[in-house]
């Protein structure tokens, strides 16, 4: 039986208004972090124009973000736990900060795709602040915590399309990225005033594990290059070719080093336990599902009248397609972690996974009326609002306090991956420009949902009323330790 002891009273244990503040300037953070990350897609088209590049060479300002944010996720997690979540918070913040500056700073295509590898630090944002929030809240606050902090993804995202969009028709296109600066540097601030310090006091004496950090960016720079590469150099051609046997290599190697290291860079035994690596699969299949609505709605939208299927929106116009589906995770993440504790997470991935899998049913449905257009991607979003929320607290609940940062940041990194696995699937998918291809995007996104909806009873956990985390042990934090 799950036992439970009084942790230290902190600001988070009761709803007064200084832990308030602490959720809000997180759950901002979170936003910001997204933000910066997605605010560039409206800016694509124009780029090559504006910076006298290639259409090639502008697709990096995604794909290097992309690789330096799977890098950075684990890496960051890691010494999290390690030396303190707040302080990688902190720096994953100001990392943010200081690559949009300098996007804001520059035209020039080099130092703009280096700019964008900076601003990747930003996606370690959301597990730091999930491991602090266990640290910090009583287990019975935990649920709702997460669940707001894994809202941000969608929020972020929805906010970002249009907000940028409508700068840059308006202004200026650097004054996008001054924008974000602005948003980054305001929730750095918000972090250093309001977030209390935390000092595990497993730091001392620990070493980091600098060759598997080494280890684990080569293989994972290797395998998302060879997947978001894929569509544009070919799938057969020698670089995807190399790219994934030397991610295979390399990772083979990484692994065998890391099971043998006496402090690893990633618990290995830990992470393939069956309560850690089935939580781990699932994300990657609701990043892959999840992915799929955003990345989708905003190319069907845009598509000409002439089409048939097509409603001719403008960029910014399209982007605004998905503030719905921001509003909906908001609106749902205390939904989600109510289900959760009375329920279980367990069956809220389920739940959530269905929801999913009927969200493409609509879109497939209809994709041609607006209103259809977004209640397809509405229900989508209220499924991934149910899943975002109940997957780190089946991680949680598997790993011990020191390794929270670490085991979220590798779930974060599969979700990552499957959201790569997506974009290449969808580019296609759609690379015909047909209403069946789209359709084909949908039915490819909603199955991988009704995968993960059947696998869900492979999860560990039981289907039933939780008072805290399943299978949680409260251990009473020591002095100075979070």
């Known amino acids: 039986m799950p036992t439970s002891a009084p942790a230290r009273s902190t600001a988070l244990d009761r709803p007064t208004p200084a832990g ?15 933000l910066v990350q997605t605010s560039i897609v409206p800016l694509l088209p124009a780029l090559p124009r504006l910076t006298h590049a290639s ?75 999930i491991s602090l929030l266990r640290a910090r809240l009583p287990a019975e606050r935990v649920g709702s915590g997460v669940a707001l902090m894994s809202s941000t993804v969608g929020i972020g995202a929805a906010l970002g399309l249009p907000l940028a969009a409508l700068l840059v028709q308006r202004f200026d296109w650097h004054w ?24 595990p006091s497993a730091a001392r004496g620990v070493r980091f594990d600098w060759l598997g950090a080494i280890g684990l960016s080569t ?47 990633v ?69 989600s972690a109510r289900f959760s504790r009375a329920r279980g997470p367990k069956a809220t991935v389920a739940l959530g996974s269905a929801v999913i899998t009927l969200g493409y049913l609509l879109r497939i449905a209809d994709s ?34 020191a390794d ?16 790569a696995l997506c974009s290449a699937a969808v580019a296609q998918a759609l690379s015909g420009g047909t209403l069946r291809g789209y359709q084909t995007a949908f039915a490819l996104a909603g199955a991988v949902a009704l995968v993960a909806c059947a696998g869900s009873a492979l999860l560990p956990g039981r289907t039933g009323a939780t008072g805290a985390l399943p299978g949680q042990t409260v251990v009473p934090a020591k002095e100075g330790q979070a």
């Open 176 to 199: 996008m990225f001054w924008a974000t600066s602005a948003v980054a540097a305001a929730a750095l601030a918000g972090v250093a005033r309001v977030v209390p310090e935390d000092r």
């Open 267 to 335: 618990d290995l035994r830990l992470t393939t336990a069956r309560s850690v690596l089935l939580p781990h699969l699932a994300a990657l299949l609701a990043g892959f599902s999840f992915y799929a609505n955003s990345l989708v709605t905003v190319q069907l939208v845009q598509e000409p009248r002439s089409t048939g299927f097509g409603l001719g929106l403008s960029v910014a116009e399209a982007g605004l397609c998905l503030l719905p589906t921001g509003l909906v995770m908001v609106v749902f993440a205390p939904v």
């Open 219 to 265: 293989a994972l720079t290797a395998l998302l290059l060879a997947l978001s590469q894929g569509a544009a150099w070919g799938w057969t051609s020698a670089g995807v070719l190399g790219s994934a046997g030397a991610a295979v290599l390399v990772s083979a190697l990484w692994s065998r080093r890391q099971l043998r290291t006496e402090q690893p860079l």
């Open 404 to 419: 929270t940062a670490a085991a979220n940041g590798i779930n974060v990194l599969m979700r990552t991956i499957g959201q």
């Open 20 to 34: 308030r503040a602490v959720l809000g300037v997180l759950a901002f953070a979170g936003v910001a972090a997204t």
């Open 55 to 129: 259409p090639t060479q502008v697709g990096w300002l995604v794909t290097v973000t992309l690789l330096a944010g799977a890098v950075a996720t684990p890496l960051l997690g890691r010494a999290g736990d390690q030396f303190g979540r707040r302080r990688m918070m902190l720096l994953s913040l100001a990392l943010l900060t200081l690559g949009s500056v300098a996007c804001a700073l520059t035209s020039d295509i080099t130092l703009l795709v280096a700019a964008r590898a900076v601003q990747g630090a930003g996606a370690g944002v959301i597990p730091l602040a």
């Open 368 to 401: 041609r009326a607006l209103w259809a257009v977004l209640l397809g991607a509405a229900v989508v979003s209220v499924g991934t609002a149910l899943v975002y929320s109940a997957l780190p607290l089946l991680v949680m609940a598997a790993v011990p306090a």
